[in-house]
């Protein structure tokens, strides 16, 4: 893998762990995957009051706590493909924190944010948001399940808003609307192709 540290990102439901797993297991890289028992998480999509800034910080400090863990191990010695990038709690913070909580958010992600990793390569994943609904409700994740459609389209364009200016690794940008990475190794092989084709900075399109 030319890229040592290749991250996939996208909104929920798009398949983001599933792919990365895969592409740790054929480039015999390391997986790095983002914490999925965030206890403010189910309070959330509750609506409860306060648990909006609670699960974005616990997220921002578990983040951090898990790359500085690697660090420490030396363990960038090794390939890398992990399903987020440190800045995506920039994308739900501004969708879901008001003016001063996402202020006193901003300060902290400041300061955690200046030894994050900056992947190689990062592949962001799209899919329209039926799509997204159908995988989240196949999944039966139960936090999840109170995810509104109205919800996950204003994730979707808060994605499409932070990857239309993203320069910060060069962008491989994956339609996964009629394609499953985990059916068969045919398309897997294919975004293989891609991923290795890629040069050395700007945005790619890749639509299976």
Do not use: C
């Not at 740790?24 to 909006?52: I, M, W």
């Not at 159908?134 to 919800?151: K, L, M, N």
């Amino acid at each position: 893998m030319k890229a040592r540290h290749v991250a996939i990102e996208g909104p929920i439901g798009v398949g983001k762990t599933a792919l990365a797993r895969l592409l740790a297991a054929r480039f015999d890289a390391r997986q790095v995957l983002e914490a999925p028992d965030n206890p403010f998480l189910a309070d959330f999509y509750k609506d409860q009051k306060g648990s909006a800034f609670a699960t974005q910080i616990w997220f921002l400090i578990a983040r951090h706590q898990q790359w500085k863990g690697l660090a420490q191990g030396d363990l960038f010695q090794d390939a890398i493909v992990s399903d987020y990038i440190f800045e995506k709690e920039r994308i739900f913070a501004a969708l879901n924190l008001d003016d001063s909580e996402l202020a006193t958010y901003e300060r902290l992600f400041r300061i955690l944010a200046a030894d994050a990793p900056r992947p190689d390569l990062v592949i962001y994943l799209q899919a329209r948001v039926k799509h997204l609904m159908s995988r989240i409700q196949r999944r039966g994740r139960g936090a999840e399940r109170r995810i509104s459609e109205g919800y996950l389209a204003e994730v979707v364009k808060a994605y499409d808003r932070f990857f239309f200016r993203y320069e910060q690794a060069p962008l491989l940008v994956v339609d996964t609307n009629e394609t499953d990475f985990t059916e068969g190794e045919g398309d897997l092989d294919h975004l293989i192709e891609r991923i290795e084709a890629m040069d050395r900075g700007g945005v790619e399109y890749y639509h299976p």
